[in-house]
């Protein structure tokens, strides 16, 4: 029966338009499909890598009248890397022997294939134990030629002068195969020879074979980086880097794999045939080439399963049911074959039919909707759930043929029930963005598929331009005034004053990221550090205040006793904890809220560490040995005492162990010349003049000199000069510890 592809507009999305509800699940019936329609899973595999070699064969051709035979020991796998361009320019398959012997699924391919003449690519293979397998079985097949050479240069050497109007070449590591597997099915298809090479060139006899063809190479393309293949030996390969020469590589085998198939763009993706890239399965991808090559198929490697890297390359060009496993589960899972049943579609902000937020899409490629028991769409912010849609059997009954659904999602508040979706409630604020798009998917004959969609599009800025006729974030930065150490959020009133408002809440967040694959930041966790709040009937002080402007300060040091206009949450943190947005959310007596955020923190958030004094002594030194060092002092967040304007300090050293007697400290005068510094009765000595100078930001330079060896241990305080009557108070300390040993004597160096 001829399928017939039709775009039918859904008379609900029509009631959407005239009514402003909900844009319905169903948004395009597409490619109607037969109710009895199943598809099974796209694999070629058998027990072992020579039942799927074979199974491979006689997938891609009925009868082949010459096939190529390869070693499938995987010490010998080498020697076959090379052979797809030559099983291309003949139209044979690559089926694999047991070394000298011919495994029962390869006999039975040459019968079925009905092969007449047999080339093999590996000296393990020998001419006579062929024959003698042939006889035995009947085959009336001619080896027409043994390419094996030597080694695995000779034999890709070999390989390559079978080819004719040869343009180009393809060279690359002879010990790495994933990369040489990665270019196979291209270089068959474009008729390039593939060459190995090691870290310092092509042996003698490739380079006598690329001697004779170089006035004919337009392009040439070297697989991997300079550790591999050094920039000695790109340059003297034929071509101009960058225009007729290129080379191809990425951080791994699977990397490298994908940049293959970003630079061949005219690659067909009506086929996809996806190998384990492991060295103990990469001999699927090896017979699977001379297949691929037939219809300019990529072959991508994967680790069981596709990486999302891989996923976001293939999904816009795939074909329907086009991704096609080679070799068994345990080589390459189910869940690599997951397009050939379900794929994510648009993923963006909504602003239509009544919604205010965004809409997933997804399309069912084996089947349609009356194929489904459920589908379960969740939205994330890192692994936070911010909203859950379930689907309802009118969906299925209402658009049995549909293979396009997508499911809305409104930040503003529920849906009503139509009976479409069961809509999970908003789990958030406006502020709170997705990112990513589950897509859970279940069939009547209960497969389970799962797809992901991190790549929102639109402006999600755009759905709360109604908060800012409202409220607009102001400053956000670091503070160190009024007994402050922390941080300040403003913020200001459009169009209202605080009397007009009912509640505000002031949030400090702090998100953490890491890196994703593509070296892009995804949100993984956020932390509300502290939240300040102001209610009319706690905080009336504020309520009353007649300007727009307002602020909301945090003290990281602990919290404000409540002052009548904010009521101060504790700091849930540390000095390490830095926001990285400051929430702000107006509530106003008739119920209507709006928020906003800022992202934009000024200021210096390491100045709200503890004051601190640091000493540049080295810890080694040799006795006689003289040395300049510096001793910094930092306030940090002394600064936001009240006290601080006027408090007056000096640095105390004080040596606890070690003979004071054997060193000699002198301090830098502000005349340039350096002044005795004498440890007193109690090993201490004070730097700075008796009524103290202010505790800033400086650097004092002293010098040093020890006279015996031995370990000596010293402390650095920073002391408040105290009134008579009063004692110091420490700000700040640290401690430190000198080796000094004795020079060595002249002879014995």
Known sequence: MKKTRARVVSSVIVAAMVLGTALPAAVLADTQVPAESKVSLNRLHGENRFETAAKVATEGWETSKAAILASGKQENLVDALTAAPFANSIDAPILLTNGADIPEATIEALKTLKVEEIYTVSGAIKKDALEKIFKENNLEIVIKEELGGKDRFETAKNIASHLDDVEGIMVTTAYKYADALSVASIAAAKNIPILLADQDGLPEIEAAYLDEIKDQVKATYVLGGEILISEEVYEELPGTDGESKMRIFGDDRFDTNLEVLKTFTDLEYSKVYVGNGYDEHLVDALVVSALAAKTNSPIVLAQKELSKKAEDLLLPKLGEKSIVAVGGTTAVTDKALTFNHVRPQDFAVM?????????????????????????????????????????????????????????????????????????????????????????????????????????????????????????????????????????????????????????????????????????????????????????????????????????????????????????????NGTIEDVPTKAIITIQYQDGRKFTVQNTELTGDAKLLAAPAIVSGLAKDLTVGETVDFAVTTAPNSFVAEPAAATTKVRVKITLTQGNKENMVLQYLENDGTYQALPLGAENSAFYGPETGFPFLNAASQFKVTFSEAGTYKYNLEVVTVAEEGQQSEVLASTKGEVVVTKAPAEGNE
């Open 351 to 571: 602003q239509a039919s009544g919604v205010n937020g965004y809409n997933v899409g997804l399309q069912i490629v084996d089947g349609s909707a009356r194929d489904l028991a459920s589908v379960e769409v969740t939205l994330y912010r890192g692994e936070t759930v911010l909203a859950k849609n379930t689907s309802m059997n009118k969906l299925f009954n209402s658009y049995p043929t549909a293979t396009q659904l997508s499911s809305p999602f409104n930040i503003d508040g529920n849906f009503s029930a139509d009976g479409y979706w069961s809509y999970g409630k908003w789990n958030g604020s406006v502020l709170d963005i997705p990112t990513k798009a589950v897509i859970k998917v279940t069939y009547l004959d209960g497969r389970v598929y799962e797809v992901v969609n991190t790549k929102l599009a639109g402006n999600p800025e755009d759905l709360n331009q109604e908060a800012l006729n409202h409220v607009k974030a102001e400053d956000f930065g670091v503070m160190q005034a009024s007994g402050v150490n922390g941080y300040n959020v403003g913020f200001s009133l459009v169009d209202k004053l605080p009397v007009d408002l009912q509640s505000i809440e002031v949030s400090l967040v702090k998100v953490e990221t890491i890196k994703d694959e593509d070296g892009e930041e995804e949100q993984i966790k956020e932390t509300v550090l502290a939240t300040n709040t102001a209610t009319r009937a706690k905080n009336a002080k504020l309520f009353e205040l007649t300007g727009q402007q307002l602020s909301s300060p945090f003290n990281i040091d602990g919290s404000f006793e409540n002052d009548g206009y904010w009521t101060y949450g504790d700091f």
